[in-house]
């Protein structure tokens, strides 16, 4: 069994910042992906960003591109999504996914709450 535990989610005011984080556990689980989506209320989920390993390469979706970074941290099955200048339209549930192949995201954390104030 594979969990999945987000952390970090919040109120802040527009413009401000907050830092997600996310770690997977299990006894022989390896990430191989792990990546941030969000759902706002009647709104489907939507990709955000991307974490591949060995190599560490990224993506982000448009409309964060250059106000957030996803990351490794330094133990393995973690990452973290750091949120700059974040906007009223940034609010949403996030979701942490997690997958022992490169392709496809198999586990799932129950989210955390993100609402940024105008």
């Known amino acids: 069994q594979v969990q999945v535990a987000e952390s970090g989610g919040g109120l802040v005011q527009a413009g401000g910042s907050l830092r997600l984080s996310c770690a997977a556990s299990?006894?022989?689980?390896?990430?191989?992906?792990m990546g941030w989506f969000r759902q706002a209320p009647g709104k489907e989920r939507e990709f955000v960003a991307s974490?591949?390993?060995?190599?560490?390469?990224?993506n982000y979706a448009d409309i964060v591109k250059g106000r957030f970074t996803i990351s490794t941290d330094n133990a393995k099955n973690s990452a973290s999504l750091q949120m700059n200048d974040l906007k009223p339209e940034d609010t949403a549930i996030y979701y942490c996914?997690?997958?022992?192949?490169?392709?496809?995201?198999?586990?799932w954390g129950q989210g955390t709450q993100v609402t940024v104030s105008s």
């Open positions: 299990g006894r022989f689980f390896s990430s191989a992906l």
């Open positions: 996914g997690t997958g022992r192949t490169r392709v496809r995201y198999t586990y």
């Open positions: 974490i591949r390993w060995p190599d560490g390469s990224t």
